[in-house]
């Protein structure tokens, strides 16, 4: 079994040294407890809110953020994963997630979706990303010593064909990290889960809490089993929930071979053919 800990956090919008503060007493509390993975929420490190400062606070990846978690990784003996804003060479920016662990820098990822619509309950600016940031082109899943880890970032888990391509990569988690406001609560919710049934993997999300700027995060991460052998049971249950208000580490125990274990009752990789991906980018380019 593997314990893997919620870190769920207001940032302090564009201060990253108040955050980086902030996270640091949550991956303490969270090795304390036994967990050898944490998992923070999107642009945990600067906030979601930056706007125009987004180009002051991003960093390279590997950079300044990632050689510091890296010392308190090693410290704790545990793996890290965050969000920040990245900036590349060419100083474009991408709104990325970091991990490290015990043997230093493992890998980053970047958003592949990114949200540009908006409704009378985010306003204008709740979905800043296409403004700023360019997506990115490739999913990885990186090999630790706890396991195969894969990462979605927020609008990233509304496209089942990510999950499914972390899983065929095959990851033993999913991890997916958000900032999403109060009003998605009831769509984010039933949308993790669903990537957990239908690939029988195990899934660990965590949101963005509290208020930054005009936005109010609902918090509520949870972590989601890959399924129940005896029961026979795909993507169930839910191993722990955190709370819809206030910062917190919330800690499950999760069984990273319990895909391996409930696959041969759900076959979905088996049973995928290619030929629904060709029809699947045959019917998009008539779209486009």
Request: glycine share 10%; hydrophobic share 40%; net charge negative.
């Amino acid at each position: 079994m593997t314990k893997v800990a919620i870190g769920q956090i207001t940032p302090i919008t564009g201060d990253k040294e108040k955050n980086i503060k902030k996270m640091e007493r949550f991956i303490s509390e969270a090795a304390g407890q036994g967990a050898q993975l944490v998992v923070f929420p999107e642009l945990v490190l600067t906030g979601y809110n930056c706007g125009d400062q987004f180009f002051e606070v991003a960093e390279r990846i590997p950079g300044a953020a990632t050689q510091h978690f890296t010392k308190i990784a090693e410290k704790f003996g545990i793996y890290i994963i965050w969000g920040m804003p990245e900036t590349s060479v060419d100083g474009i920016l991408y709104n990325a997630a970091a991990l490290v662990g015990p043997e230093g820098f493992v890998g980053k990822w970047r958003k592949n979706t990114l949200p540009g619509h908006a409704t009378e309950a985010t306003g204008p600016g709740a979905f800043p990303d296409r403004r700023y940031f360019k997506p990115g082109e490739d999913l990885q899943v990186y090999e630790t010593s706890i396991g195969k880890i894969g990462l979605l970032i927020c609008y990233d888990i509304w496209f089942p064909e990510l999950a499914r391509l972390l899983t065929l990569k095959g990851a033993d988690l999913i991890v997916g990290i958000s900032g999403s406001p109060s009003f998605e609560r009831e769509i984010f919710e039933p949308l993790v889960k669903a990537r957990a049934v239908e690939n029988a993997i195990n899934f660990v999300y965590t949101n963005l809490v509290g208020q930054e700027g005009a936005i109010t995060y609902w918090g509520g991460g949870f972590v989601v089993s890959a399924g129940d052998k005896e029961k026979k049971i795909s993507g169930s249950p839910i191993l722990c929930k955190a709370p819809y208000e206030g910062e917190c580490i919330t800690i499950a125990e999760i069984d990273l071979e319990a895909r391996h274990k409930i696959s041969p009752y759900f076959p979905f990789m088996r049973d995928l053919t290619t030929h629904m991906y060709e029809q699947l980018a045959e019917a998009h380019r008539r779209l486009t």
